[in-house]
């Protein structure tokens, strides 16, 4: 039997481990949402920057089902990143000449919304998933979601908060280097070395875990710890275009914040104030109509165009009867090809709003936030919320030995190609239409503090370079983050043998 074969054989085998451990790293944070605090609970267990308990189960559960080969291959790093590394040792390549493989996927998730769940969906609850089969609201979930596959296939899917985005991808990662242990003596890390993250606090800042590795890990470290590919295990379906893309690029995006202070006063007298809510909505409206206009975004013609929308506000008043003190808001804006941040916020700052604002007296700042919130180990980064747009070539070598990889250990599982979000035989390669970690990697050009052999292969792009990126994951981006969010079973399976055979497949071809 083949190495291919072997690995297929062994994907199928351990579909049923990889859904216990994806049902419990769902379900774990139910222990602690409604838990009192000084009983140890948290009602955030789960979320950017409260994955503690998720990932202590993790580590465990790495090393009982034999996913590294000593247990003092799996850790946590300072900023709260569980890693584990495999490798062949007897493989005879000197560990410098190895070929590097990051695998990356984060741990946290957005929040459940538990109660919306119960209300809406009957028989399936965001932590436990599916509880009673005969009182799911099956009407609303197809209205909800992007793509269910046929009523007849639904013993496939899991539901739960996190199903898709992203705990299927560390799962996928969890079980693909349990593979390759086990196929050593066939060759599966012959020439590579696989270094794998479940990263945290990327729902809330995109890329954290990543930029912790790039400013604190990799400066001044030997050839073998710096990644030749990271594959993202984020989900790469689509609703239309089908599932378990392989994905070589994303826009990157920036949080604006508005800050508008006025003058606050009773209601019953606004002209002794200056109301920054009133302002403000004038400059959300006139901001939406240019974006409608496409005033002042590009397009790309891989990427797609930049984007903008008010994403979240805070209103400071000192009630419902009175002119408020302050409002605070945020635009979502997503940066194509092109686009710069600096760009991007000026364009905010020239609403003809904005300029009311400021005559009529009320002090308005236009700024990009800092990051400041705690890791679940007390690291803070503190970076800008800016994040950067990445594509890998499609001529890459990351890219041609990702499209081998899918056809010798993918398509053989596909009898049929599915419709829509469905499994495709043959390698679709696309890219996000949302955020992932990997805007993390990305370095300037003038960064010398990473010492990156040529041999690596690093992209260069614009005033960046990064390490070939690309991904593939189970889950539809536009199931994330809904109610009723689920993972198709067959598409982990399908993933494990894609990370499982990756490493081997492109150390050979380097």
């Not at 392989?246 to 109301?275: A, D």
């Not at 506000?313 to 409002?327: G, K």
């Not at 250990?409 to 992932?436: M, N, Y």
Request: charged fraction near 25%.
């Amino acid at each position: 039997m083949s190495l291919d074969q072997r690995v297929i054989e062994l994907s199928h085998k351990y579909r049923p481990l990889a859904v216990e451990l994806l049902k419990e790293a769902i379900r774990i944070p139910a222990d602690h949402v409604d838990l009192p605090v000084d009983k140890g609970g948290d009602p955030a267990c789960g979320l950017s920057n409260h994955e503690g308990p998720r990932l202590q189960y993790l580590k465990k559960r790495i090393v009982d089902v034999g996913a590294v080969a000593r247990a003092k291959d799996v850790w946590f790093d300072g900023f709260g990143n569980l890693v584990w590394t495999v490798q062949d040792p007897k493989d005879g390549i000197a560990p410098a000449a190895k070929a590097v493989i990051y695998y990356d996927g984060h741990a946290d998730t957005v929040k459940a919304l538990r109660a919306r769940w119960k209300e809406t969906l009957g028989g399936i609850d965001a932590y436990d998933g599916l509880v009673n089969a005969k009182k799911v609201n099956k009407a609303f979930l197809k209205r909800e979601l992007g793509y269910l596959p046929p009523e007849r296939e639904w013993s496939h899917l899991l539901f739960g908060r996190g199903a898709a985005d992203q705990l299927a991808g560390v799962v996928t990662q969890i079980i693909a280097t349990k593979i390759q242990l086990e196929l050593i003596d066939a060759g599966a890390l012959h020439g590579a070395i696989v270094v794998s993250y479940a990263t945290v606090t990327e729902e809330d800042n995109d890329g954290a875990g990543p930029m912790y590795i790039m400013r604190h890990d990799l400066p001044g470290a030997p050839p073998e710890r710096i990644p030749d590919v990271v594959i993202l295990s984020e989900g790469t379906g689509h609703a239309e275009q089908g599932a378990c893309g392989i994905y070589r690029g994303q826009r990157g995006r920036m949080q604006i914040e508005v800050e508008v202070t006025g003058k606050s006063c009773h209601g019953s007298m606004p002209w002794e104030g200056l109301n920054p809510l009133e302002y403000a909505g004038r400059v959300l409206a006139e901001a939406a109509d240019r974006y409608d206009r496409m005033e002042g975004f590009l397009d790309h013609s891989f990427l797609g165009h930049g984007t903008r929308t008010a994403s979240w506000a805070q209103l400071d008043t000192p009630s419902d009867c009175a002119v408020p003190e302050r409002f605070t808001f945020r635009f979502d804006r997503r940066l194509t090809v092109g686009e710069s941040p600096e760009a991007a916020k000026a364009d905010v700052e020239r609403l003809p709003g904005i300029a009311r604002a400021r005559e009529a007296g009320l002090k308005v700042e236009v700024r990009v936030p800092i990051y400041a919130e705690p890791s679940w180990r007390g690291t803070v980064t503190g970076n800008p919320q800016i994040y950067a747009s990445w594509v890998t070539p499609e001529e890459h070598l990351a890219i041609t030995t990702a499209v081998d990889t899918y056809r010798r250990v993918v398509t053989p599982q596909i009898k049929k190609d599915g419709k829509h979000g469905a499994l495709r035989r043959e390698p679709r390669v696309g890219r996000w239409i949302f955020s992932t970690d990997g805007v993390g990697f990305p370095i300037r050009k003038s960064d010398k503090s990473i010492k990156v052999p040529e041999a690596k292969r690093w992209v260069t792009s614009g005033e960046f370079k990064h390490p070939a990126m690309l991904g593939l994951g189970a889950g539809i981006e536009q199931n994330t983050h809904k109610i009723g969010e689920c993972v198709d079973l067959r598409e982990l399976e399908a993933a494990i043998a894609f990370f499982a055979r990756f490493p081997g497949r492109y150390a050979e071809s380097r």
